[in-house]
């Protein structure tokens, strides 16, 4: 691994982390403690192999889903927000997309920001394609806003994006975070 391969894995870390809050870093340390403890409670019951497999199995079952448990935390707690499109279409005589609505915070805390994040899926594709595109897409569109949005309050929003290929018809998968 060379000086260059490192430094762009620690610049995609740092960049990644700067939408952590204090919170992100309460919840990932809770689920470290705990898959700390169900190992070490493997290694306490090493006479018992059942009940040290089960812990162990417990404990590696938390580090792989440790990731999930936090977003899930962070979205239907802390984060939670009411994302309300008013409209996601193509304009009927230029080749864009518009895209409006409004944010509503409706979890525990304060947010800096959020991201409005569109995913082009072509009409005609099939099913299995479609799916393949929600989770690999061709084209994402994001637009940030730097915005403060307190608890309760409402931020509304109008986005106009380009088409990425005016032959094909795409329909839009739109969603919003807040950080």
Known sequence: ???ATLQTIFNDFFSTTQYFSLYDYLILALIF???LLFFLLSVTFRSNLLIAGATFFVSFLLFMLSPF?????MESFLRKID???DNNDKLQY???YYVSGSITNRGKVDFKGCI???NFIPKNAPKVK???YEVKPIFLYKEVYKKPLKRNETMDFKIIIPTPNPEIDFTLKT???CF
């Not at 448990?69 to 935390?73: G, P, S």
């Open 1 to 3: 691994m060379n000086i």
């Open 83 to 85: 994302f309300t499109l």
């Open 175 to 177: 969603y919003g975070t």
């Open 94 to 96: 230029n080749a864009v």
């Open 116 to 118: 409005v994040s569109a």
């Open 130 to 132: 479609k799916i393949r």
């Open 69 to 73: 448990l936090h977003q899930m935390t």
């Open 33 to 35: 403690l705990a898959v």
